[in-house]
């Protein structure tokens, strides 16, 4: 086994000890992709769409549907303005920046519901390319991970628990 796969092996094992954070798992990926790259690039990308879709309906099974009706039926409005702005303004912002329409459409669902589960289940329904499959999951979890890091500063600048 050559030094790249060590590597991402001693990553993978390293981020499933208790102790390493999601903060630290994160850098650690963005760490070995730009210093030696993935090894394993096939295998990883069909991983990442199973686990994907084993983790949201392990989500759904710990959720109780009576408790999300409970704390959900006040703001189901909100949720329902809140989803359709975003992806209003995700279909100008695409077509005022000229982006493929796969792809603005799907990081608007991913914007928009629930990252790349939304862009897991919506690729299918509007025949998106591997491409664009591609690019809006990185334009998301490129979001998402710099919220990973600004959004706890700016809680504790305003001081909130």
């Known amino acids: 086994m050559n030094l790249?796969?060590?590597l991402f092996l001693v990553l993978l094992a390293t981020c499933a000890l208790p102790h390493v954070g999601t903060g630290l798992g994160l850098a650690m990926g963005i760490g070995l992709s730009f210093l030696v790259g993935n090894p394993w690039p096939e295998k990883t990308a069909s991983a990442s769409k199973h686990l994907l879709k084993i983790s949201v309906v392990g989500l759904g099974f710990g959720m109780q549907l009576a408790e999300v009706w409970r704390v959900?039926?006040?703001s189901i409005?909100?949720?329902?303005?809140?989803i359709?702005?975003?992806?209003?303004?995700g279909a100008v912002l695409g077509r005022a920046l000229k982006v493929h329409g796969s792809t603005a459409?799907?990081?608007s669902f991913g914007t928009a519901i629930c990252g790349g589960s939304a862009i897991a289940a919506m690729a299918p329904v509007?025949?998106?390319?591997?491409?664009d499959v591609a690019v809006s999951?990185?334009?998301i979890f490129t979001l998402n991970s710099v919220a990973l890091f600004l959004f706890p500063v700016?809680?504790?600048l305003l001081q909130l628990s």
């Not at 359709?84 to 303004?89: D, K, V, W």
């Not at 509007?126 to 491409?131: F, G, K, L, S």
């Open 4 to 6: 790249k796969k060590t």
């Open 72 to 74: 959900g039926k006040h």
């Open 77 to 82: 409005v909100y949720t329902f303005v809140g």
């Open 84 to 89: 359709a702005g975003t992806l209003a303004a």
């Open 105 to 107: 459409t799907l990081v």
């Open 126 to 131: 509007v025949q998106a390319e591997n491409e």
């Open 137 to 139: 999951m990185a334009t």
């Open 154 to 156: 700016i809680g504790h």
